[in-house]
Nanobody
Framework: VQLQASGGGLAQAGGSLRLSCAASGGTGSIYGMGWFRQAPGKEREFVATISRSGGSIYYADPVKGRFTISRDNSKNTVYLQMNSLKPEDTAVYYC?????????????????WGQGTLVTVSS
């Protein structure tokens, strides 16, 4: 399975961006998908996760009410709509896919990772 993330870029505080993550190759084995981020000098942290059906969704506290995760299984794509962006949202964002877990906030429970897309939010 290969994951290709896109949609990062520069946004002003209060603005919006939408990230996409397209999966290819063996996508039938994917259950949960998630987004993580890593800011300079910090550890990778959980952002959001979604089950295969989309019926279970969880967010990290810092992004609740601002970010929305969704997926389109017909396109093998997961999205992260980011609104009301803050400078502290600046990070490289990674999408991930799990073969065994419906949803997860733990990086070690994901089997496949995208290459990351940089989001920079200016104040």
């Amino acid at each position: 399975v290969q994951l290709q993330a896109s949609g990062g870029g520069l946004a002003q505080a209060g603005g919006s961006l939408r990230l996409s993550c397209a999966a290819s190759g063996g996508t039938g084995s994917i259950y949960g998908m998630g987004w993580f981020r890593q800011a300079p000098g910090k550890e990778r942290e959980f952002v959001a996760t979604i089950s295969r059906s989309g019926g279970s969704i969880y967010y990290a506290d810092p992004v609740k009410g601002r970010f929305t995760i969704s997926r389109d299984n017909s396109k093998n794509t997961v999205y992260l709509q980011m609104n009301s962006l803050k400078p502290e949202d600046t990070a490289v964002y990674y999408c991930a896919a799990s073969r065994y877990h419906s949803t997860s906030s733990q990086p070690y429970e994901y089997n496949y990772w995208g290459q990351g897309t940089l989001v920079t939010v200016s104040s």
